[in-house]
């Protein structure tokens, strides 16, 4: 997956150019910058590439889910539904903003549970936010048929499955909001930042006016703009936009060598008895990120993940015991272990995490392995790597 096993000439000559202007805001200074307006030409150009009306950068991908639910009205007290699966950033982006995160269960798709979001839902429901873990997608049709019944925002958070496809559309633009990560040890990076895709113009304004302080961004004068709403600081730097240009020319390449790597360790894995994959929703095409796995039961899986990592094969996750991307490892979710006060629509909202029974997704989750796809390996290293990983799984299984 990461797009930083690719950084060369082509990201340093982007820089280059901001470098030499020193102009490394994104907005105003025309007269100085030499023409280089890297984040509006990575808006442009990943617009379009996500087949989207509009694209706005931020500095995080996190940052992306704060601005997109932002500017789609999301506030306090409003229930947005995420999984239980997925990087803390979900609920981070939520709260952040006084809305309040409703986890529901998975399925065998690692994401959404579709009936378990129809059961969740209430008056106060504002927004779906289905996670594309680790380059698959959610069941997209059945949630966004949930959403037009209820009328409801579908928000797609695929910063772990870009150029990934969902009958035919890319992820991120198939519900009204799609947002990406930049950061580091993504698809692709622009060292830190974030993305938000919409074909909505007034969600697109609104992200653009929120993300930069309420600035109307009408006219040539920055002082002289107006505010019509509040806002806040999230905008990228044209540095990280720089980066983010020569990466976004990488990603069709990135795409295809995970692929062919992904495809490898797949068809050898799946001659071992009693491996099982991640069910991908019909119409669906993964981005190829990760191979992910399910062994019969949670002991095979603890035991399998521990000797995968005694024979050295470096980057296999077994998520449910991980701190940051499963419910099991979030102490401080559960027990509302915030520095200042929480708004008082979270408090007395938020479900109790330490008692509502998630043991669909523990079924799922326990059995669990995700084997993360690199871009620098050959394809004989790739190879090595599929018989080694089969031959510790067949040891326990
Ligand atoms: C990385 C990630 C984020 C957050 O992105 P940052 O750029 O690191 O803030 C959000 N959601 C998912 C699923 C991620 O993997």
Redesign the pocket.
């Known amino acids: 997956m990461p797009g930083f096993e690719v950084f060369g000439a082509e990201e340093r000559k982007q820089v280059n150019d901001v470098l030499e202007s020193g102009v490394l805001m994104r907005y105003g200074f025309d007269g100085m910058r030499n023409g280089h307006w890297k984040a509006k030409q990575f808006e442009n150009t990943f617009a379009q590439r996500m087949q989207s009306q509009h694209c706005q950068l931020v500095?995080?991908?996190?940052?992306?889910?704060t601005v997109a639910l932002a500017s789609a009205g999301v506030g306090a007290g409003d229930e947005v539904i995420m999984p239980t699966f997925?990087?803390?950033?979900?609920f981070e982006?939520i709260m952040i903003l006084g809305a309040v995160p409703v986890l529901v269960d998975i399925d065998d798709t690692l994401t959404l549970d579709p009936k378990a979001v129809e059961a969740a839902i209430t008056d106060r429901t504002k927004c779906i936010m289905p996670?594309?873990?680790c380059g698959s997608m959610a069941d997209l049709k059945a949630l966004k048929q949930i959403c037009q019944k209820h009328d409801l925002l579908l928000l797609e958070?695929?910063?772990?499955?870009i150029g990934g496809t969902f009958e035919g559309k890319p992820l991120g633009s198939y519900g009204d909001l799609g947002?990406f990560?930049?950061?580091f040890?993504?698809t692709i990076t622009c060292g830190?930042?974030?993305a938000i895709i919409t074909n909505s113009e007034k969600y697109a304004i609104q992200a653009d006016q929120y993300q930069d302080h309420g600035h109307d961004h009408v006219g040539t004068d920055r002082g002289a703009e107006t505010h019509p709403h509040l806002g806040y600081n999230f905008r990228i730097s044209e540095l990280n936009a720089a980066v983010g240009i020569a990466q976004l020319d990488k990603l069709d390449s990135i795409l295809a060598t995970q692929k062919r790597n992904y495809t490898i360790i797949r068809e050898t894995l799946e001659e071992v008895k009693g491996v099982t994959f991640r069910r991908v929703p019909d119409g669906g095409e993964e981005n190829y990120s990760f191979v992910n796995f399910f062994l019969p039961s949670e002991e095979k899986a603890k035991q399998a993940h521990q000797a995968l990592s005694k024979s050295g094969v470096e980057a296999c996750f077994y998520w449910y015991t991980n701190n940051w991307?499963y419910i099991n490892g979030w102490e401080h979710l559960k027990n509302l272990k915030s520095l200042g006060n929480l708004s008082s629509e979270i408090k007395t909202q938020i479900q109790d995490l330490n008692q509502t029974d998630f043991s669909k997704s523990d079924a799922w989750m326990g059995r669990t392995i995700s084997s993360l796809v690199k871009i620098g390996w050959t394809e004989a290293e790739v190879k090595d790597r599929a018989e080694a990983m089969k031959k510790a799984i067949q040891s326990v299984v």
């Open positions: 500095s995080s991908g996190t940052s992306a889910l997925t990087f803390v950033a979900s982006s996670v594309h873990m958070d695929a910063c772990q499955a947002c990560s930049f950061d040890v993504k830190e930042g974030g991307h």
